[in-house]
């Protein structure tokens, strides 16, 4: 039991270290965006606008270039905020999860609805890791399903909080994607939590991401 317990524990540090180094080279990124591809595209938005104000009858590409890529910053100023860590830590999951689903929807090619029946009631850094596995969800629906709409619904039941990610894609054969590294840092992020998560695929109607996390007394 003694030697059981010790497995126990090190398999947990050795995953919340793995974490730490991964939120780590999030933020890192994060920084990298907004100050030196973000600036590059104010620059060159600056200049577009420039070259408009140039011209007495701007062409419709160049006003359509110049809105794209208005677009593109606002997107991409959310995407290095949503990976900065210091900045995760003073929000509340309810909050990040809308913006991510804002930026999502901002390119008109999926539509993501997030329903939620009770507050969230995890501690921060738990919020932080919860935000990282359903945005891992959303982001394996767009890229491998390709959905037109995803479904996040979040609610309590009995002694524990339940969140699902549902969409309806065209599906994915769990075998073939079973030690991916998405999956598997989903995995080990619920397990950090205490908690369990699981798949019901169909093929070619969609899949549903269920995840159960336990609630301490103090939250029930």
């Known amino acids: 039991m003694e030697i059981t317990e010790f497995k126990k524990q090190f398999d947990h540090q050795l995953l ?32 577009l606008g420039l070259t408009e104000r140039s011209l007495e009858k701007p062409p419709d590409t160049l006003l359509t270039a110049n809105a794209t890529l208005g677009q593109a910053i606002n997107e991409l100023r959310s995407l290095s905020k949503s990976l900065d860590k210091e900045w995760l830590e003073q929000f509340n999951f309810t909050e990040n999860l809308q913006t991510e689903i804002t930026r999502i929807n901002s390119g008109n090619k999926v539509r993501s609805v997030y329903n939620q029946q009770n507050e969230i009631q995890f501690k921060p850094d738990e919020q932080i890791i919860l935000f990282r596995i359903v945005q891992e969800a959303i982001q394996n629906a767009i890229k491998h399903a390709h959905p037109e709409n995803i479904i996040i619904t979040a609610a309590k039941q009995d002694n524990k909080f339940c969140i699902s990610v549902a969409d309806d894609g065209s599906g994915f054969e769990m075998n073939d994607r079973k030690n991916g590294m998405g999956l598997n840092n989903m995995k080990h992020r619920t397990i950090l939590l205490g908690g369990s998560i699981a798949w019901d695929i169909a093929i070619g109607k969609g899949t549903t991401v269920i995840i159960t996390l336990p609630l301490k007394e103090d939250t029930v």
């Open 16 to 47: 919340q270290s793995q974490i730490e180094v991964q939120e780590q080279t999030f933020q890192q990124i994060g920084k990298e965006l907004h100050d030196n591809v973000g600036q590059l595209l104010s620059s060159s938005r600056m200049l």
